[in-house]
């Protein structure tokens, strides 16, 4: 174990600086050699709150096994192959390249984590979810190999390298919990509405101690977050409007022009909105009245997938454990899927029916009675893997053409 003075990003702040700061990764750290340290997480130079997600690869398809070798050959031969462009035409080469079972992603926000376990020295994991969910992975995704800083209510600060760790069990922040500083908090206008939420600029910077980088014709600026009032759209450049009444109009980097990667918004009752800079009108950094859930509410909220299938045929399929696309089993797997223009990672808590609209889309009815069009990603698409119900011990796959409705409990 490494023992390190952090300094920049990594300072220490106390809880409660803001009116409702979102609430911190907290847990305990076990190495190899079974001492442990508690205390607030970050991973890398990242993902410090309970929103923030946890990014891994599943070893294999979740219920592949109940599949005979007949139904095994025939989901290889529906999985796409690569793709081209040539104008209007898409064209898939999946006659060559279409056989190959690729293991699924998997996501979950750090809030759904109870632990995580290195399984052997060969790199295997296992992610454990509150609800009961295991997932196998191993460390090809960078969550399951970046460093892991711990900071203690004490403030002592440690590094761990994955090699010294045995697991991670993560629990609920105590009051004198330490923050490895504020999160960027504001309303975000696009072509398509506002968006609320903790902000993540750039794909990258999401605490206010962090730099907005930005030429002028005069000189380079260096900004932190926290002096920044306002970011708005201009063509390649971006109105930058401080605190303390300055108006800078930069250009010269990705943080203010066109190659900004795209701006994440976090709000737990849209998931991650992703906004990118041709949709990006402007950015208001101020506070935000969001019921953010701490850790008890993810330990309550999610369980894994049960629901009711309707068939096309007119059958109605009731399953005491659903998986979805041969991938989500839980409640709190993110469905990722473009609505109102923008690329969203949803918790499937949100939502509570699906509708097959055509081959190319859904109709999703949330929870809170609203509905989306979710189009774009392979799991809202025909390049669905089906679903596996299950009901009182016996398995059953069903091709995604068969699927008229999927009704959520």
């Not at 040539?86 to 060559?96: A, D, E, M, V």
Request: glycine share 8%; proline share 3%; aromatic share 8%.
């Amino acid at each position: 174990m490494k023992k390190l003075i952090l300094s920049g990003i990594l300072l220490g702040a106390s809880f409660g600086l803001l009116a409702n700061p979102e609430p911190i990764i907290y847990g305990t750290i076990t190495e190899k050699n079974g001492e442990t340290t508690t205390g607030s997480i970050r991973w890398g130079d990242q993902e410090t709150f309970l929103s923030d997600i946890f990014n891994g690869r599943k070893l294999t398809h979740v219920g592949i096994e109940h599949l005979s070798e007949d139904e095994v050959d025939e989901l290889k031969d529906h999985q796409p192959g690569p793709k081209a462009s040539i104008g209007s035409l898409q064209i898939t080469f999946k006659s060559f390249f279409g056989k190959e079972l690729k293991p699924p992603y998997f996501n979950v926000h750090f809030g759904a984590l109870k632990s995580l376990e290195v399984v052997d020295k060969k790199g295997l994991f296992k992610a454990t979810l509150h609800d009961g969910t295991t997932i196998l992975s191993d460390d090809r995704a960078n969550d399951l190999t970046d460093e892991i800083y711990v900071m203690t209510p004490e403030g002592e600060q440690s590094e761990f390298d994955w090699d010294e760790l045995s697991r991670i069990d993560f629990s609920k922040a105590p009051e004198n919990a330490k923050t490895w500083g504020d999160g960027i908090y504001g309303t975000v206008t696009t072509e398509n509405g506002t968006y609320p939420g903790r902000i993540m600029w750039d794909k990258d910077e999401r605490l206010t101690d962090e730099e907005l980088d930005g030429e002028d014709d005069s000189e380079s600026h260096e900004i932190k977050f926290a002096d920044i009032l306002s970011i708005e759209k201009d063509d390649n450049h971006s109105i930058v409007v401080l605190r303390d009444g300055r108006e800078l109009r930069l250009t010269g980097t990705n943080d203010v022009n066109r190659s900004n990667r795209g701006i994440w918004v976090d709000n737990p009752e849209t998931g991650r909105v992703e906004i990118s800079w041709k949709e990006f009108k402007k950015l208001d950094i101020q506070p935000v009245q969001i019921d953010w859930l701490d850790f008890d509410d993810y330990v309550a909220l999610h369980k894994p997938l049960t629901a009711t299938v309707n068939l096309r045929d007119g059958k109605t399929l009731p399953a005491d454990q659903l998986v979805y696309d041969l991938n989500h089993q839980s409640s709190a797997e993110l469905l990722y899927t473009d609505i109102d223009g923008h690329h969203h990672q949803m918790p499937l808590r949100l939502v509570k029916k699906m509708s097959v609209k055509n081959k190319h889309a859904l109709e999703l009815l949330m929870a809170d009675q609203t509905t989306k069009t979710a189009h774009g990603d392979r799991s809202v698409t025909f390049e669905n893997n089906g679903l596996v119900v299950s009901h009182q011990g016996q398995h059953q796959w069903v091709k995604w053409q068969e699927v008229e409705s999927i009704s959520f409990d």
